[in-house]
Each structure stands twice: as structure tokens, then as C-alpha cells.
């Protein structure tokens, strides 16, 4: 387990979620997922976000920078990583 675990406690925490709770959840996340800002992501016709949370993005393959540093989603999950898009979600990152 990492020193910084907070996201390895959110994903437990989220395991124990309803279906509908998980969807309430997922569409929140998803209103506040800035990748629509991200250079990586703009003008490559790629239309799905929270890609820390659903995973790579079939359109966007060249990384060109990634905001995921600066989204309030980094904070809320305690997420580690970068370019979800292009890596994995936050779960695959982590191993879990
Ligand atoms: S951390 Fe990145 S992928 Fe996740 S919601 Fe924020 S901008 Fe989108
Ligand atoms: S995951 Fe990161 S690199 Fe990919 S679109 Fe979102 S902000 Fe940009």
C-alpha cells in the first residue's frame, strides 16, 4: 500500500456503492472532468470524458500535455496519475 492511499480508500468506499448511487457519482464526476480542456484532448473529435474512472480513450493517442493535475476529480478521488486517457484509469494505474 503507498504512503498516499487515499485513493486506494475512496475506490473501497465507491465498491460499496449502489448501482444508482455509482451513477449519481459517475454523472458528478463527469460535469466537473476538465480533459475537454486539455491539449491532449482538443480538436481530436474524442467526445467521452473521466477517462480516470471509465478508461483510455480510443481517439487520443499522441500525449500533448494533461490537466488532469489541475481537475477538482484529482482531489475528490486522491488520484495519482496522469493521462488516463492514453494509460488506463486511476484503478489500473494504482494495480488495484
Ligand atoms: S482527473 Fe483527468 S480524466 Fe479525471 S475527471 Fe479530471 S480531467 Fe477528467
Ligand atoms: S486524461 Fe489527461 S491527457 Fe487525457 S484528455 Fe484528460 S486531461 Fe488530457
Redesign the pocket.
Known amino acids: 500500500m503507498p504512503k498516499d492511499n487515499t485513493f486506494e480508500k475512496t475506490m473501497e468506499a465507491m465498491g460499496k456503492m449502489s448501482p444508482d448511487e455509482m451513477k449519481a457519482k459517475m454523472a458528478e464526476?463527469?460535469k466537473?472532468?476538465?480533459?475537454g480542456k486539455?491539449p491532449s484532448y482538443k480538436g481530436t473529435g474524442e467526445n467521452r470524458?473521466?477517462?480516470?474512472?471509465t478508461g483510455k480513450s480510443g481517439i487520443i493517442k499522441k500525449e500533448k500535455g494533461?490537466?488532469?493535475p489541475a481537475?477538482?476529480?484529482?482531489e475528490k478521488l486522491g488520484?495519482r496519475w496522469?493521462y488516463?486517457?492514453t494509460k488506463g484509469t486511476g484503478k489500473e494505474q494504482a494495480g488495484i
Request: include cysteine.
Open positions: 464526476l463527469t466537473i472532468c476538465i480533459c486539455c470524458l473521466l477517462f480516470c474512472a494533461c490537466v488532469c481537475c477538482p476529480v484529482t488520484l496522469i488516463y486517457c
